[in-house]
């Protein structure tokens, strides 16, 4: 699987965007990227996922770069229960086998 | 709404006890998992299983050990407790081939 880079640390005001950068230079062609989030120690919670186009659900939009080679995880309006870990993983969704191995992630805090 | 549960959400034990982590789903997913994460610490994989008499080894070494009789069943045992033991035990399901995992509530691990 390839490697991600996530900043550490983000703030963002709440009712703001909180824009979530993550870096996979080494993506190849058949990995997806996802995006988790884990509050406050609870199990971590699916957010999205795509391939190469822009996707978006009820909880998110995953913007990625037309190289693949970074994305973007947008809550497009922040409330303070978004305040969490956020974990970005790129991996091929192998037939039988869903392991997905977790980094640091970005630690974000909304600001009343 | 994910169906998965974990029993105990806490639990503190002396030392050299047997101990053991219930998971359960009602989804009817063949893939779990079990991860460990002490606090503030990155998610680690340390069992895994396909379904019914299928589990692996994870990423993390681990002393407890795994069984899964029934595809919704998938319990986590430590037949000797030790401190080093002290850790949130996370366990995961996944149905589909889509890298997407629901996880527990997490099991909170002490032992004096």
């Known amino acids: 699987d390839a490697k991600t880079t996530q900043p550490t640390s983000m703030d963002c005001a709440e009712g703001r965007a909180a824009n979530l950068p993550c870096n996979h230079s080494?993506?190849?062609?058949?990995?997806?990227v996802y995006w988790y989030r884990q509050i406050h120690s609870q199990g971590p919670q699916y957010i999205i996922h795509g391939l190469k186009n822009n996707e978006t659900n009820e909880m998110a939009s995953l913007i990625i770069t037309e190289d693949r080679k970074s994305s973007t995880l947008i809550l497009p309006h922040a409330t303070l229960r978004d305040t969490a870990v956020y974990y970005c993983?790129?991996?091929?969704?192998?037939?039988?086998?869903?392991?997905?191995?977790f980094g640091t992630g970005t630690r974000l805090t909304i600001i009343p | 709404e994910a169906d998965i549960y974990q029993t105990p959400r806490y639990l503190v034990i002396g030392t050299g006890k047997k101990i053991t982590l219930e998971c359960s789903q009602t989804m009817g997913h063949d893939k779990m998992y079990w991860y460990q994460q002490d606090p503030g610490m990155e998610l680690h994989l340390i069992h895994y299983?396909?379904?019914?008499?299928?589990?692996e080894k994870g990423d993390l070494s681990s002393e407890s050990t795994v069984s899964r009789i029934r595809t919704e069943h998938f319990p986590l045992t430590l037949e000797s407790a030790r401190p080093s033991h002290t850790s949130q035990y996370l366990c995961a399901s996944s149905g589909r081939n889509t890298g997407e995992l629901f996880f527990g509530e997490g099991s909170r691990l002490t032992v004096l």
């Open positions: 299983s396909y379904g019914v008499n299928s589990t």
């Open positions: 080494t993506i190849s062609g058949n990995e997806y």
């Open positions: 993983i790129v991996r091929v969704p192998n037939f039988g086998n869903e392991k997905l191995t």
